[in-house]
């Protein structure tokens, strides 16, 4: 008997012997009259047993049988469930093997058979959390993780998370690469569900951001400075009117950071169940099954029902902002080069001012190469370029001599360096009045 069922003893001994009244008893007792009049009652016929709980020292109605706990532990030993935590393997044994048991009891049975260890809790420094964003669309937290998704199962894949600050609703996809064109076909997607958010928030890799040239002679140093060319990503969403905004940490984007802890537990035990192996298992597994069961159980609801999102109008062009855009220059012969390949324009689509322009090239999502003349758009098709010019043969190569020295003053050099020359005093008694022009 506890020391609460002692004093509960000692004061209904009370009002049975009419020390007190049933109504003084009720209040010291925290009870109802009436139930104090069902425990006198109680008394009488039992004794003081009556104060004690009638199941005590007999088996709950609700203890699972020796069976169904063999049968858990024998389902949660396999390979396929390693690492399973109580709570996520009581859904899978209502799932998969309709099997129902509550999460605290499977978690005793599981730390009794060493499938889990329980975590001791710790004091956590304090930390003060930024207040999430009022409205639905006002940022959005965009990040890829490279982690082991598939456990050596597959090729490498990628998971690109898009989650709403607000709400934290989740829009991902696998990805055999993190490339440019993979985040926008992911943009693409989140654009056309939701629409235009007002920010993007994201870290500052080279995908999102040029980065800054520096002089070797003064590394680390801000110095001449300039505003480098957006990177194509960051040139789409100018071309959208949505704004970006970079992380100096990965702990200042903490929410999608999370989100890729959560789904490295729980998205990969679960593609290790359905035995997923290639990319279009992943992403049917992530479509089907996890983003809904994140959506419906991980989101909360905003401070501000209004939706942030802003509609896509006719003047936004996602096959043209959605690409890779370069410039190019016509030629006087209405051709362009790109990518190794010579384009020529069609006929119709010549205009005023086209020849020696700058256009825009549009290599797109789909494969499709658009080029595009101030408003207009220009029909071009591939042509093989022209043959250069094959150079004439060349006779043997002639022995170099020095130039701009006649043959004649050669030969009349030589004839003065082979002849035997006067003494001074000769040389000096010579009239030149009277001497020929050449000297013998």
């Known amino acids: 008997m506890t020391q609460k069922e002692r004093d509960r003893l000692v004061v209904l001994k009370k009002a049975q012997k009419r020390l007190i009244t049933q109504k003084q008893a009720a209040e010291e007792l925290s009870l109802t009259e009436r139930h104090v009049r069902r425990l006198l009652v109680k008394l009488r016929g039992e004794g003081d047993r009556a104060v004690m709980h009638g199941l005590r020292g007999r088996a709950s109605n609700r203890r699972l049988s020796p069976e169904l706990r063999e ?20 859904e899978y044994l209502a799932k998969k093997h309709k099997v129902r ?11 009794a058979a060493g499938l889990w260890r329980g975590k001791r809790r710790t004091l956590e420094a304090v930390h003060t959390w930024r207040q999430r964003r009022s409205a639905r669309g006002e940022l959005v937290q965009w990040d890829t993780s490279d982690h082991d998704w598939l456990e050596g199962r597959g090729e490498k894949l990628y998971l690109i998370h898009m989650i709403d600050d607000a709400s934290s609703e989740l829009t991902a996809r696998f990805v055999e690469s993190d490339s440019t064109a993979e985040n926008m076909r992911l943009l693409w997607s989140y654009l056309e569900h939701n629409g235009r ?11 999102f951001q040029t980065a800054r040239k520096h002089r070797r002679d003064r590394p680390g140093e801000e110095v001449d400075a300039v505003e480098m060319p957006p990177t194509q990503i960051g040139r789409a969403l100018r071309e959208l009117g949505v704004s970006w905004i970079p992380a100096h940490s990965p702990q200042a984007k903490g929410r999608v950071e999370r989100s890729f802890a959560t789904a490295q537990d729980r998205l990969v035990k679960g593609l290790r169940v359905t035995g997923s192996s290639t990319l279009e298992q992943a992403n049917r597994y992530l479509e089907e099954e996890f983003l809904p069961w994140w959506n419906q159980h991980l989101t909360v609801a905003p401070a501000n029902a209004a939706d942030a999102h802003r509609r896509l109008g006719p003047e936004h062009d996602l096959a043209s902002a959605l690409s890779h855009i370069e410039t190019r220059q016509v030629g006087n012969d209405y051709t362009l080069h790109y990518q190794g390949r010579l384009y020529q324009i069609a006929r119709g689509d010549v205009r005023p001012g086209l020849r020696g322009a700058a256009v825009r090239v549009e290599a797109r999502l789909d494969g499709s190469l658009a080029v595009r ?12 370029p022209r043959p250069k010019a094959v150079p004439a043969p060349q006779g043997p190569p002639r022995k170099p001599r020095s130039a701009g020295v006649p043959d004649a003053w050669r030969a009349a050099h030589q004839r003065m360096s082979q002849t035997k020359s006067l003494p001074v005093w000769q040389a000096a008694a010579i009239d030149r009045t009277r001497t020929r022009q050449t000297m013998d």
């Open 197 to 207: 958010p007002v920010a993007f928030y994201t870290d500052k890799a080279s995908l």
């Open 373 to 384: 003349f101030q408003q207009h758009w220009l029909n071009i098709k591939p042509i093989e």
């Open 101 to 111: 048991i509550g999460r605290e009891a499977l978690r005793k049975l599981m730390m």
């Open 71 to 90: 049968k858990a532990m024998r389902i949660l030993s396999q390979e396929v469930y390693h690492g399973f935590g109580p709570t996520l393997a009581v």
